[in-house]
């Protein structure tokens, strides 16, 4: 894909939780991408240019404009901005596509996609794609989150899991609060009934990066996607993270 800088416009901002928003972006030209892709944010603040990477959240179907989904990093440059002022109508750039781990390296027909906190956002961009495909036999959505009001984008995969009787869809809440009606504990206490034989899984969440074991079994993809899960809600947040698993039969491949 041809890496292009575009000129937008903020035109929407859209409260996902308390501490994460989705930003709509009007571009002046077409942008071209694949879900799993992500762009440089650049916009300026105090007469300087400061510049961050979000995957993007929105349907790669649409081109004209894309949507980003920030969680807001408390003592951070850019993200803070979005809580702090009025971004709306606010100039940016963005630069993109970027990043390996789109959905074309998923060559299968019975697809997971796990998402954590904000990493929710680039599931939403796969799930979308993978719905639209008539080759797709199956797509089980996970999203780990701290409390009910973490769950991001609830709604827009209720609509997409009752259209289309392939699509599951669980949203897991690690904090019990007593109303929850949602699965309490860590996505990892709820795949013992995944099958993930011939399987291609994405997970997707900001954490720190880790290195995969490679092995051809199922066990082995089911132990490796068990302790990424781990790794995900044991390590302190650091960068944002992606892992791509192709398991095919007889081969694992990993991307980030
Ligand atoms: C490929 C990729 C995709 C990404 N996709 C997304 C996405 O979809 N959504 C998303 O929200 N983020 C995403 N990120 C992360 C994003 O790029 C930013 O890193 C994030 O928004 C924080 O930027 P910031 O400017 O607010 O914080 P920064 O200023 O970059 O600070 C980074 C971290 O350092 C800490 N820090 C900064 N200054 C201080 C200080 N003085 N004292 C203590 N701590 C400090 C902050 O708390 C923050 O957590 C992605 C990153 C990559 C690499």
Known sequence: MNIQTIHGVIDKITDLSPTAKEITIELDSPLTFLAGAFVNLFLEDGGEKIRRAFSISSDAGTKDSLTLSIRESLQGRMSPLFWKQDMLGKSVKVMGPLGKNTADKMRGT??????????????????????NRPDIESITISTGSHNNEDVMYQEYFKILSEKDARIQVRHVVSQ???????PVGYIQNYIDDMDFNNSNVYVCGQEIACTLSKGPSPQRVQRTVVSLLRLFIETPLKNFFFVLLN?????????F
């Open 110 to 131: 019975k697809i997971f996609l796990f998402g954590f906190g904000i990493g929710v956002g680039v599931v939403k961009s796969l799930a979308a794609h993978f719905a």
């Open 176 to 182: 019990n609060d007593g109303t929850t009606h949602f």
């Open 247 to 255: 398991y095919c039969a007889s081969k694992v491949s990993s991307i």
